[in-house]
Every structure is written in structure tokens, then in C-alpha cells.
């Protein structure tokens, strides 16, 4: 069965601090990696894609990457508004096209 | 930028009451899917329709969900006679032949 566990649950930062999220994954065939964003309420916004080992993807104060067995999703300086929960998906090759989620990573930047 | 929408944004009901979610996905995708997220947890996978039928399902879309695109815009959700454990955010989603979903905001539905 595919698997998507992420840690830490939670992050509590300073605004400035980087850190970085962690998405373990077990799939049978990965298709693609995907990293969401969602704010209380709402649904998920699409962030990145990742579909091979080596690949990475940035955007503005985030970088995504890919190994075999893990992602990791780089915050760099975060500021306030990155609060949200950070959320990982993995499509299998398996699958028609359903995405299997992990629980999210909860972030507080403060100021 | 064109965007998933959903109606309503809440819906309250009574159990055993039948309720239909709505979804406009974005306009030139082929690919549909409903999502849940019970309070707390996880977002889950119910179902994805491809060409007019379902192309795939998880073991939560039993026999009382069923969906519909009904016209060229609209996609819908119906639970035909909702549970307390139905309560959750349901999310619609849409993708063109790439493998990105786009989400919906979400209706949250709570069964009393």
C-alpha cells in the first residue's frame, strides 16, 4: 500500500529562520510528487511537482527535492505569511491518477 | 487564472438526508476527482471520472456516493442518505492531461 509520512507534525519558526520538511514515501512506482499548501479552511494549493531522484523545484523563499526514498521541502528566510500546513502526495504509476496524502506539516513563522 | 469552484460552501444537514455537492472544474480539464478531509486528518481519495465514467474508487465511495458530471461545466458530489461520520470537507479537484490536480476551496459538510 503507498504511504506518505511527513515530520515534523509541527514547526515553529522565527521569521528568518530556515529550516526544512521532510515527506517519507513508500510507493509501487512513483509517478509524480507533489507538495501543497493549505490554509486553515481552504483547500490545498498546488505548489511543486517532482517526478525523478535529483529533481528540484523552486519557488520564490521554497525549494522542493527528491531522493528515491524522501522529499524535502526548503523554507529559505521564511516571513509570516509562509504560515500554512505543508502537504505531500505521491501518484503512483499504479493508480488511474488518485494521490495519496500525508497528515501535513504544520508551520508558524513568527515575527 | 482559472480556478476549481465548489457550492455551497457549508451545508448543514440532517442524517439520513440526501445532499449533492457541486464543482466547476477548470474549464479545458479531463480528468475529475472528489477528495475528503474529516477534521484533523488526512485529505482522502473517493473517487476520480474520466470520460464520463469512474475511472478509479477508494473503499470509502461505497454505494450511497455517486457522481455526475451532468452537463459540459458542473461535477457533482451526491450522498444519498448522509451519516454523522459523513461530516468532513470535501474537496473537487481537476486536471488536464498532466498529472497536476488543482483543488477546489472545499464545501464543509456537517451531518447532525
Known amino acids: 500500500e503507498d504511504q506518505v509520512t511527513q515530520s515534523p507534525e509541527a514547526l515553529r519558526l522565527q521569521e528568518g529562520e530556515s529550516s526544512s520538511l521532510n515527506c517519507s514515501y513508500t510507493?509501487?512506482?512513483?509517478?509524480?510528487l507533489f507538495w501543497y499548501r493549505q490554509d486553515p479552511g481552504k483547500g490545498p494549493e498546488f505548489l511543486f511537482t517532482?517526478?525523478?531522484a535529483g529533481e528540484e523545484k523552486e519557488k520564490e523563499r521554497l525549494k522542493a527535492t527528491l531522493t528515491k526514498k524522501e522529499s524535502f521541502l526548503h523554507i529559505t528566510a521564511p516571513k509570516p505569511e509562509d504560515s500554512a500546513t505543508y502537504l505531500c502526495?505521491?501518484?503512483?504509476?499504479?493508480?488511474?491518477?488518485?494521490?495519496?496524502f500525508g497528515t501535513g506539516t504544520r508551520l508558524l513563522v513568527s515575527p | 487564472e482559472p480556478e476549481v469552484t465548489q457550492t455551497p460552501s457549508h451545508q448543514v444537514t440532517q442524517m439520513g438526508q440526501e445532499v449533492i455537492l457541486r464543482c466547476v472544474p477548470i474549464?479545458?480539464?479531463?480528468?475529475f476527482y472528489w477528495y475528503r478531509q474529516i477534521l484533523g486528518q488526512k485529505v482522502e481519495f473517493l473517487v476520480s471520472?474520466?470520460?464520463?465514467?469512474?475511472?478509479?474508487k477508494s473503499e470509502i465511495f461505497d454505494d450511497q456516493f455517486s457522481v455526475e458530471r451532468p452537463d459540459g461545466s458542473n461535477f457533482t458530489l451526491k450522498i444519498r442518505s448522509t451519516k454523522l461520520e459523513d461530516s468532513a470537507m470535501y474537496f473537487c479537484?481537476?486536471?488536464?492531461?498532466?498529472?497536476?490536480?488543482?483543488f477546489g476551496p472545499g464545501t464543509r459538510l456537517l451531518v447532525l
Open positions: 517532482l517526478y525523478s
Open positions: 471520472f474520466y470520460n464520463n465514467e469512474i475511472s478509479e
Open positions: 502526495a505521491v501518484q503512483a504509476y499504479t493508480g488511474f491518477q488518485k494521490l495519496v
Open positions: 474549464s479545458n480539464h479531463l480528468y
Open positions: 479537484a481537476s486536471s488536464d492531461q498532466q498529472e497536476t490536480q488543482y
Open positions: 510507493v509501487s512506482g512513483l509517478r509524480g
